[in-house]
Structures are given as C-alpha cells and as structure tokens.
C-alpha cells in the first residue's frame, strides 16, 4: 500500500521558516516526480515545487521561487520542502504527491499519490 505522510506543519510568523517532510513508502519512487501542492482557503489546489527522485532537477512556481527548496534522502525515502521567508500568502494546506510523468512539474489530474496534508499557517 502507497503512503505518502507529510509532517512539519503549523503556525509561524511572517518572515519565518518551516520545513515540511514527506515520508514515501509502499513502491520504489525512482522513477517518479515528486512534488508539494497547496491549497488556500476558497482556492484552487496549486503546483509549488516538483523534483525529479532521480537525478534531482527541481522546479518551482514563481510565488514560491528563490524561497523555497524542495530536496530529498535516498536512505529515508523522504521527500522535504523546506519554506524561508514565509509570507500570510504561503497559508495553506500543503499536500505532499508521487507521479509516473517524466516531466519535473506534474499536473493535479495526473497525480498518481497524494498524503493527507498539512496545514501551514503564517501570521502577519
């Protein structure tokens, strides 16, 4: 059975940092894409970073760009997003995801794994 179980959520001020983990089990990811999605409060689910399990390119939404680093340990199977200079805007449920696509940016339709979420909350 696939699981992916996200954790490092929760309440931060603005300009502070969190970093969210995303345990993978169940299957071999090498082949896959994997990414971080959010989800705001009456919007739509939104792409925030993708990262190839092999060979490691990255590629982030430009809200997110040059604050954000997505990254991953091949020893624990896990996946981290790991978020600076957080904005009240980054607020959301973060959702970790596994996709058999070939490119870094994986669409919501084609994901073929998602975790439970984590709630991420900036205060201004």
């Known amino acids: 059975q696939v699981q992916l179980v996200e954790s490092g959520g929760g309440l931060v001020q603005a300009g502070g940092s969190l970093r969210l983990s995303c345990a993978a089990s169940g299957r071999t990811f090498s082949t896959y894409t994997m990414a971080w999605f959010r989800q705001a409060p009456g919007k739509e689910r939104e792409f925030v970073a993708g990262?190839?399990?092999?060979?490691?390119?990255?590629y982030y939404a430009d809200s997110v760009k040059g604050r954000f680093a997505i990254s991953r340990d091949y020893a624990k199977n896990t996946v981290y997003l790991q978020m600076n200079s957080l904005k009240p805007e980054d607020t959301a449920v973060y959702y970790c995801?596994?996709?058999?696509?070939?490119?870094?940016?994986?669409?919501?339709?084609?994901?073929?794994?998602w975790g439970q979420g984590t709630q991420v909350t900036v205060s201004s």
């Open positions: 990262l190839r399990w092999s060979g490691g390119s990255t």
């Open positions: 995801a596994a996709d058999r696509t070939t490119s870094v940016v994986p669409t919501i339709r084609g994901v073929d794994y």
